[in-house]
């Protein structure tokens, strides 16, 4: 199956500091890519969805400016949680969907564990 | 976001029993079901899809789809504690969003 890598797999920071999570589709190329965070004991909920050379798109309630989304190549989307508080320590999580040959299975990342102090 | 509902459990079943997971969707649009299945403090990996009404198997899994119904399960055979995991349903009517159940917890009891 497809890999997608995830980097960093835990992160520890103070509170009001920003944080990059990279994801990366390794043996393919990604035009989008998904992001998605998951609280303790909940399912995974979709932020957005990154797309290559251009604007993420968010889900309604997420905040653009507060989780910031870069897809500058076909493999590599970032997402930054800037100015991050306690209430933002979740797991997130990213995932692609290979083009050619593919069942059209989202491939997920290993997710990045974010807590803030 | 669209809803896909799961009973959270937890299920329990002891070993070499069947477990049976159950979803339903409210998009009537959605096209393609995925099981996936969660390990704690891991990402999500693929257990099957399906995309047609009926039965489709895969080793011990059997996935059932019912379009008319909203509904699609899982079903594993031969329950092994190794199966213990949250599984969770994913439905997805344009290929590109997915939507995610809650997850239904299931311990597999030795």
């Known amino acids: 199956g497809a890999v997608v890598s995830q980097h960093p797999s835990w992160v520890i920071c103070k509170s009001g500091t920003s944080v990059k999570i990279e994801c990366r589709s390794l043996?393919?190329?990604?035009?989008?890519m998904f992001w998605y965070r998951q609280f303790p004991k909940q399912s995974l909920m979709l932020m957005a969805t990154s797309n290559e050379g251009s604007k993420a798109t968010y889900e309604q309630g997420v905040e653009k400016d507060k989780f910031l989304i870069n897809h500058a190549s076909l493999t590599l989307s970032t997402l930054t949680v800037t100015s991050a508080h306690p209430e933002d320590s979740s797991f997130y999580i990213c995932?692609?969907?290979?083009?050619?040959?593919?069942?059209?299975?989202?491939?997920f990342g290993e997710g990045s564990r974010l807590t803030v102090l | 976001q669209k809803e896909v509902e799961q009973n959270s459990g937890p299920l329990s079943v002891p070993e070499g029993a069947i477990a049976s997971l159950n979803c339903t969707y409210s998009d009537r649009g959605s096209q393609s079901f995925f099981w996936y299945r969660q390990y704690s403090g891991k990402s999500p990996e693929l257990i099957m899809f399906i995309y047609s009404n009926g039965d489709k198997e895969d080793g011990r899994f059997t996935a059932q789809l019912n379009k008319a119904s909203q509904y699609v399960s899982l079903l594993i055979r031969d329950s092994q504690p190794s199966d213990s995991a949250t599984y969770l349903c994913a439905v997805t009517a344009t290929g590109n969003q997915f939507y995610f159940g809650t997850g239904t917890s299931l311990t597999v009891i030795p």
């Open positions: 043996d393919f190329q990604a035009t989008t």
């Open positions: 995932s692609a969907i290979p083009g050619q040959g593919n069942t059209g299975e989202l491939f």
